[in-house]
């Protein structure tokens, strides 16, 4: 195990696995097993979505029994997809328990996500979020809600039901500060009820190198030292806002309230950590976010990187969020429309998990035939 991931847990930092399929879970003395990167790269957390499950579906002889058993049992697309994801996210949830039990439910956490073709659908978000909190049926799994407005008010809904929730998509810090209140508004619809809130975490979901690979380019167009200055810096101080929303609402009464009643954070956890750019070090989103009470999911190929060039890993957030609120105002001072960038990046992110899940359906109706 390398000291820069040590380090980055030890800091507060919990390091999840941006990936999972079966031949992880099936294969413990593998290298890239689940188990291995659990016992040596200091992973305690699985996230999974459309596009993860589409490239793992794809192995078709390490899923080849699971497809005839369903094919002979006359499973439709749909059933076969359900059947098989929440199968491996709850074998996976099995295999992170003692971590859940060790971290007091914080970690050792599994995310599985709702149809991204419900994006825009309150009500059928909360129905099938409520179906796939029964039949995984672990007290360790996170049901992903996107960050859209209509997903909102499920949120709200969903944990005020005592479902934990990851909540996905989010790129602005606008839309973060909503996510946040609809959080605290679930756990004291909770309270009010009478019911326990000291058994609900929820995550919220930053998207991070989508932002740079969104405003570099327009950067780069300028052609100017004002603009190269800025390239690369945009999603870290983009993050780095989201963070200091975070430290200040957990100073309020409101929320003080709600943690005596033995309420959790929602931790803010960085997502798209892959770096696309290879002008970038690979573990850019890793060490330039390292901060207490975060969570940094990542890519195995990201997870790896920081292993090998072992960083020296500090709290990267709290003493440069003047200078994010400086890089975003120099990026407006440009020309550059954060919130056009950011809602056009919500879209596509939408667009993107669609068509991975209509690919997930074809792979898997090619499989069953």
């Known amino acids: ?189 909770r309270l009010a009820a009478g019911s326990d809130v000291s058994q609900i975490q929820s995550v919220a979901s930053f998207f991070v190198s989508r932002v740079d690979t969104a405003i570099d380019p327009i950067l780069d167009n300028m052609s100017t030292t004002e603009a190269t200055m800025l390239r690369g810096k945009a999603a870290v101080a983009n993050a780095h806002l989201a963070y200091e929303i975070f430290l200040n609402f957990h100073q309020s009464k409101r929320w003080k309230k709600l943690a005596n009643s033995g309420a959790w954070p929602q931790r803010l956890l960085w997502a798209s950590t892959g770096v696309k750019d290879p002008q970038y070090a690979k573990d850019k989103y890793v060490t330039e976010l390292a901060a207490p009470l975060t969570v940094n999911t990542m890519p195995e190929a990201t997870l790896r990187a920081v292993h090998d060039l072992n960083p020296t890993i500090i709290d990267a957030i709290s003493s440069q969020i003047i200078n994010a609120h400086q890089v975003l105002q120099d990026l407006s001072g440009l020309g550059i429309d954060y919130n056009k960038i950011v809602s056009n990046l919500e879209v596509d992110g939408i667009m993107k998990f669609e068509e991975s899940w209509v690919n997930l359906l074809q792979t898997v109706k090619q499989a069953l035939a």
């Open 1 to 189: 195990m390398s000291k820069a991931l040590q380090n980055l847990s030890t800091l507060g930092t919990s390091i999840w696995l941006d990936d999972l399929s079966r031949s992880r879970l099936k294969n413990p003395g593998s290298d890239s097993s689940l188990k291995n990167l659990i016992e040596n790269y200091s992973v305690v957390g699985v996230t999974t979505n459309p596009s993860i499950f589409d490239n793992a579906l794809k192995d078709s002889l390490t899923y080849a029994d699971a497809f005839a058993a369903l094919k002979n049992a006359g499973a439709s697309v749909d059933q076969a997809i359900r059947k098989v994801t929440t199968t491996d996210v709850r074998d996976a949830c099995d295999l992170l328990l003692d971590t859940f039990r060790k971290t007091q439910g914080i970690d050792g956490r599994v995310s599985i996500e709702v149809d991204p073709r419900l994006a825009h659908m309150t009500q059928e978000t909360i129905e099938q979020a409520r179906e796939l909190w029964t039949e995984v049926g672990r007290e360790n799994l996170f049901i992903k809600v996107p960050a859209t407005l209509a997903g909102l008010p499920a949120i709200e809904l969903l944990i005020s039901e005592g479902i934990s929730v990851n909540v996905t998509l989010i790129f602005s810090t606008e839309r973060y500060e909503k996510v946040l209140l609809a959080y605290v508004s679930g756990l004291e619809t």
